[in-house]
């Protein structure tokens, strides 16, 4: 099992940048699978970023050049950077893993932007 806690949303005005971190309850290092979704009200859950072990890091066409996610397999945390922020980013975040055939959701982090 994994658990992950995700921190750092928060309320921020259009054009505002936010940091998200997420933090495994265990190493990382093995795990070739971890990413971050969002879902807005009334919408169904969708991918942001999938950052893989190595490779290339997948990111939705929505935003692509203002959001960057980087992973630290030492501190078994994952960050979602987001820059000009836009009102449709409003959503409740998620970091997940896949790990032994298993996909772990933590528990989300709310964020507002402002209009």
């Known amino acids: 099992q994994v658990q992950l806690l995700e921190s750092g949303g928060g309320l921020v005005q259009t054009g505002g940048s936010l940091r998200l971190s997420c933090i495994a309850s265990?190493?990382?290092?093995?795990?070739?699978?971890m990413g971050w979704y969002r879902q807005a009200p009334g919408d169904q859950r969708e991918l942001v970023a999938d950052?893989?072990?190595?490779?290339?890091?997948t990111y939705a066409d929505s935003v692509k050049g203002r959001f960057t996610a980087s992973r630290d397999n030492v501190r078994n945390t994952v960050h979602l950077q987001m820059n000009s922020l836009k009102p449709e980013d409003t959503a409740v975040y998620y970091c997940?893993?896949?790990?032994?055939?298993?996909?772990?959701w933590g528990q989300g982090t709310q964020v507002t932007v402002s209009s």
């Open positions: 997940t893993v896949v790990s032994g055939g298993a996909r772990y």
């Open positions: 950052i893989p072990s190595w490779g290339d890091t």
């Open positions: 265990r190493s990382i290092f093995s795990i070739n699978s």
